[in-house]
């Protein structure tokens, strides 16, 4: 089984604060996503990246892929109240893994605190 | 609505019943999953289907029983509950691009 290791597990800033969460593996990802759960909800999808070195912007997150497709992460740029949530990086691979593709970490619980 | 949806949202049980949580989409997808989601361990993929009548194994799928006779439903049966499956179960459904579409998850109990 593959694994997908987010870091940190637990995050507390205060409102303005600049924060990066990471995701790494071993192995060469094929695609990666980043989600968004907010308590008592499902996990909803933030951006998917594929190519190596890409960069993709969605107003204050930025998300990067690394060159050689093992780590991704995920920069907030002043953090606000509403940023609060676990944040979960999921991983495909190119070959090898789980019966399905994507393999989801354990997730990063943001707290931003005003 | 279009969309996911779970139910029940909240099932409370002993150990030993058998439980049925329900899965709806409304958009044809033809994968659909169900996901268990535990401190410490996150979201962990139970068993999924690529179609109707087409259904494998997950990561963690001792204990649940699926079936998908029609492609807008994917039920989770757990067949006689454990204390160690209690925890939120979320279903999903891959849309084209590879998104996942959750439900608003299944928060079960068993005593």
């Known amino acids: 089984t593959q694994l997908l290791e987010q870091s940190p597990q637990f995050l507390s800033i205060q409102e303005g604060e600049n924060l990066t969460v990471y995701c790494n593996s071993s192995?060469?990802?094929?695609?990666l996503q980043w989600y968004r759960q907010e308590p008592g909800e499902g996990p909803v999808l933030l951006v998917t990246v594929v190519t190596g070195g890409e960069v993709k912007k969605l107003k204050r997150l930025t998300f990067q892929f690394g060159d050689a497709r093992k780590d991704s992460s995920l920069h907030i740029t002043a953090a606000q109240p509403g940023d609060t949530g676990l944040y979960l990086c999921?991983?495909?691979?190119?070959?090898?893994?789980?019966?399905?593709?994507?393999?989801f970490g354990k997730g990063t619980l943001l707290t931003v605190n005003p | 609505d279009a969309g996911i949806t779970q139910s029940p949202r909240y099932k409370i049980t002993e150990t030993g019943r058998q439980v049925t949580l329900m899965c709806h989409q409304t958009w044809s997808h033809s994968y659909m999953f169900w996901y268990r989601q535990d401190l410490g361990h996150g979201l962990r993929l139970i068993y999924y289907?690529?179609?109707?009548?087409?259904?494998d194994k997950g990561e963690v799928p001792d204990g649940y029983v699926v079936s998908r006779s029609k492609t807008e439903n994917f039920p989770l049966t757990l067949e006689s509950a454990t204390r160690s499956q209690t925890s939120v179960y979320f279903c999903a459904s891959e849309g084209n691009t590879g998104e996942l579409f959750f439900g608003e998850g299944s928060r079960l109990t068993v005593l």
């Open positions: 999921a991983g495909a691979w190119e070959s090898g893994g789980s019966n399905y593709k994507l393999t």
């Open positions: 192995s060469v990802f094929s695609s």
């Open positions: 289907s690529a179609a109707a009548d087409i259904t």
